[in-house]
């Protein structure tokens, strides 16, 4: 099973700034099957990336998503209050299909 | 737009069944590009991926589930389900149903339900 951790546990940060958040794999990716969710409290997860860096339908350009193999990154360029929520990785190119633990961007 | 909803019990009692329905509307449940999917989340273990079925029926389970679950899709009603049996404590968690792309490059879950808590407790 592929494990994926991802970091920081909790970013705490302002709108406006950048926000980085991690996602790390056990072993490779296979075709950087990776996605990327936002949950918000009461809600179901929403898909922002797929493919480590395509933008789901109707998902701002200041969300991007990018690396391969193991080490992937999403970016938020530029804060928006309603972007403060819980952030999940998930690979679905190996079964059993996984998802990382969560990363909760607050606000600062 | 695509609409999917989870219904069913919301207690369940240990070693009995979990049985839950979700249904599919603004979009056909028969289209061979997708597969229908049952992720759980719980406060223990994150978002876990159950399994997932066609509409030809064709199903696949994760390997750590697998012995306890079975999912089924009626097509003349636009819904699929999930059976979970025997459950304990540790099931307890809200269930969500979700769409599936084709495997390969589109297996991610793109349009999801809203989710239902279930609680496995006498």
């Known amino acids: 099973e592929i494990v994926l951790t991802q970091s920081p546990g909790t970013l705490s940060l302002s709108p406006g700034e950048r926000a980085t958040l991690s996602c790390r794999a056990s072993?490779?990716?296979?075709?950087?099957?990776l996605a990327w969710y936002q949950q918000k409290p009461g809600q179901a997860p929403r898909l922002l990336i797929y493919?480590?860096?395509s933008r789901a339908t109707g998902i701002p350009d200041r969300f991007s998503g990018s690396g391969s193999g193991t080490d992937f990154t999403l970016t938020i360029s530029r804060l928006e209050p309603e972007d403060f929520a819980v952030y999940y990785c998930?690979?679905?190119?190996?079964?059993?299909?996984?998802f990382g633990q969560g990363t909760n961007l607050e606000i600062k | 737009q695509l609409q999917l909803q989870e219904s069913g019990p919301g207690l369940v009692k240990p070693s009995e069944t979990l049985s839950l329905t979700c249904s599919v509307s603004?979009?056909?449940?028969?289209?061979?590009?997708?597969?229908w999917g049952w992720i759980r989340q719980s406060p223990g273990k994150g978002l876990e991926w159950i399994g997932h079925?066609?509409?030809?029926?064709?199903?696949y389970y994760n390997p750590s589930l697998k012995s306890r679950v079975t999912i089924s899709v009626d097509t003349s009603h636009s819904q699929f389900s999930l059976r979970l049996s025997p459950v304990t404590a540790a099931d307890t968690a809200v269930y969500y149903c979700?769409?599936?792309?084709?495997?390969?490059?589109?297996?991610?879950?793109?349009?999801w339900g809203r989710g239902t808590l279930v609680t496995v407790s006498s």
């Open positions: 979700a769409r599936r792309g084709p495997y390969g490059s589109g297996s991610y879950f793109d349009y």
């Open positions: 603004g979009g056909s449940i028969s289209s061979s590009s997708y597969y």
């Open positions: 079925i066609h509409y030809t029926g064709s199903a």
């Open positions: 072993q490779s990716v296979s075709s950087s099957f």
């Open positions: 493919g480590a860096s």
């Open positions: 998930q690979q679905y190119g190996t079964s059993p299909y996984t």
